[in-house]
């Protein structure tokens, strides 16, 4: 059984960092790409970052472009997610998801795996 676990989240200031991390464990792990979604309360689950297995690929929506970096330890089976620059708006519950075609997607639809968030709330 495949399981996802978050850690990471928490509150911060404007301008201030956190550090997310994710552990993939269970089942047959192996060409697994992995990606951070976030979900605010009213709105949609929404794709933040994703990388695959051998971190070939890394992809970043448009708002967090420069801001945040995505990355996986050696063992590939844990993701990080480094937030700087934070603001207001990135507060939202942050999602770990895993699918088991080694490639980056968007939609939540195309993921296998879910973790059971982390909230990450900016004040300012």
């Known amino acids: 059984q495949v399981q996802l676990r978050e850690s990471g989240g928490g509150s911060v200031q404007a301008g201030g960092s956190l550090r997310l991390s994710c552990v993939l464990s269970?089942?047959?792990?192996?060409?697994?790409?992995m990606a951070w979604f976030r979900q605010a309360p009213g709105k949609e689950r929404e794709f933040v970052s994703g990388?695959?297995?051998?971190?070939?690929?890394?992809e970043y929506a448009d708002s967090v472009e420069g801001r945040f970096v995505i990355s996986r330890d050696s063992a590939r089976t844990t993701v990080f997610l480094q937030m700087n620059s934070l603001q207001p708006e990135d507060t939202a519950v942050y999602y770990c998801?895993?699918?088991?075609?080694?490639?980056?997607?968007?939609?939540?639809?195309?993921?296998?795996?879910w973790g059971q968030g982390t909230q990450v709330t900016v004040s300012l």
């Open positions: 990388i695959t297995w051998y971190s070939t690929m890394i």
């Open positions: 998801a895993a699918r088991r075609i080694n490639g980056v997607e968007r939609s939540p639809k195309r993921y296998d795996y």
């Open positions: 269970g089942g047959m792990i192996s060409e697994v790409a």
